[in-house]
T-cell receptor
């Protein structure tokens, strides 16, 4: 079983729509959680860290469910520029990161 | 957050040759990380490079194939040795800061 699993998508949504997707992790000792965004042929860039209480950054909301070992990302009022692959990233408290394979989102006009 | 300059951005290499990838960071960092991202897949950690000591390699990666240098706190190199087409991938360096920051990647094609 992969350490971090994501629905690969693609999620095709119209502009203005809301899209949400989850990521599950297998290591219950995981301590830090992140969502990264990766555009085609570019490096991953930090979108947001995920905190236990959930957190919001503009149109993006991240939630953590430790009991069920998943994190989620919700994008409201989708923009064309939100089209990207979203990587779920988990850390176990040391410096090592485990990456999901990514969820592809395509926002259409 | 740190700014990383990685080069080359891409290269096409003959099998059996070696390629050295460089990463320069604009600030001093204790650890630098080297990842591989194969086509259609996510990132896999190759090794962690500490200044003044040997790199720590993850399972499935060995120093003879991926030698790493870390001469100071702002610079590291990864060499992909004796390349085969299976080494065709994107290689990225990374440092820890506010989250983790990545270099722009080296897209390697081995023919």
């Amino acid at each position: 079983r992969k350490e971090v699993e994501q629905d690969p998508g693609p999620f095709n949504v119209p502009e203005g729509a809301t899209v949400a997707f989850n990521c599950t992790y297998s290591n219950s000792a995981s301590q830090s959680f992140f969502w990264y965004r990766q555009d085609c042929r570019k490096e991953p860039k930090l979108l947001m860290s995920v905190y236990s209480s959930g957190n919001e950054d503009g149109r993006f909301t991240a939630q953590l469910n430790r009991a069920s070992q998943y994190i989620s990302l919700l994008i409201r009022d989708s923009k064309l520029s939100d089209s990207a692959t979203y990587l779920c990233v988990v850390s176990h408290g040391d410096y090592k990161l485990s990456f999901g394979a990514g969820t592809t989102v395509t926002v259409r006009a | 957050s740190a700014v990383i300059s990685q080069k080359p951005s891409r290269d096409i290499c003959q099998r059996g040759t070696s390629l050295t990838i460089q990463c320069q960071v604009d600030s001093q960092v204790t650890m630098m990380f080297w990842y591989r991202q194969q086509p259609g897949q996510s990132l896999t950690l190759i090794a962690t490079a500490n200044q003044g000591s040997e790199a720590t390699y993850e399972s499935g990666f060995v120093i003879d194939k991926f030698p790493i240098s870390r001469p100071n706190l702002t610079f590291s190199t990864l060499t992909v040795s004796n390349m085969s087409p299976e080494d065709s991938s994107i290689y990225l360096c990374s440092v820890r800061g506010d989250g983790y920051t990545f270099g722009s990647g080296t897209r390697l094609t081995v023919v």
